[in-house]
């Protein structure tokens, strides 16, 4: 297994992300129009991908924010290759590079159907917190933070 520290307009990701944003569509239907507006980016956000001995099977990435802040971002593992702790690697990796470059917290949201993500970032130290714009005025929201 190999890490590696990418830009979000990597060839590599924009692939997962597509498979990503497939998934995501098929959960939230048209819902997922507006969620989709929230996940350009206008500048490349830094990204973790995860390669197994022949292909990446997984990325995150965060956007690094005001206040000593990042916001965890594209979180995303393809099928075949969940229940393998992966998710935990990423997710890990991000927190850790984001520590590095010395940022104190990070934040994060899901939606109210991703049972298992919420399920993971409440086991690695999450918690629950108020949902920030623009996701404060979007039902299907959940936020979460951790300190870093």
Do not use: H
């Not at 520590?99 to 939606?111: D, F, M, N, P």
């Amino acid at each position: 297994m190999e890490l590696i520290k990418t830009q979000s307009n990597d060839k590599r990701m924009l692939v997962l992300i597509k498979q990503l944003n497939a998934e995501l569509r098929a959960n939230y239907g048209e819902e997922q129009d507006t969620y989709d507006t929230f996940n350009v980016f206008e500048t490349p956000i830094k990204t973790i991908l995860l390669k197994t001995e022949s292909e990446i099977v997984a990325c995150g990435a965060f956007k690094e924010l005001e206040g000593e802040k990042v916001e965890i971002k594209r979180m995303y593992v393809k099928q075949a290759f969940r229940r393998k702790g992966y998710s935990i690697t990423i997710l890990n990796a991000l927190e850790q590079w984001a520590a590095e470059l010395s940022y104190k917290q990070a934040i994060l949201e899901t939606g109210k159907q991703q049972k298992a993500a919420i399920s993971l970032y409440l086991k690695q130290g999450y918690r629950a917190i108020a949902c920030y714009p623009p996701y404060n005025k979007m039902p299907s929201s959940r936020c979460y933070a951790k300190q870093l």
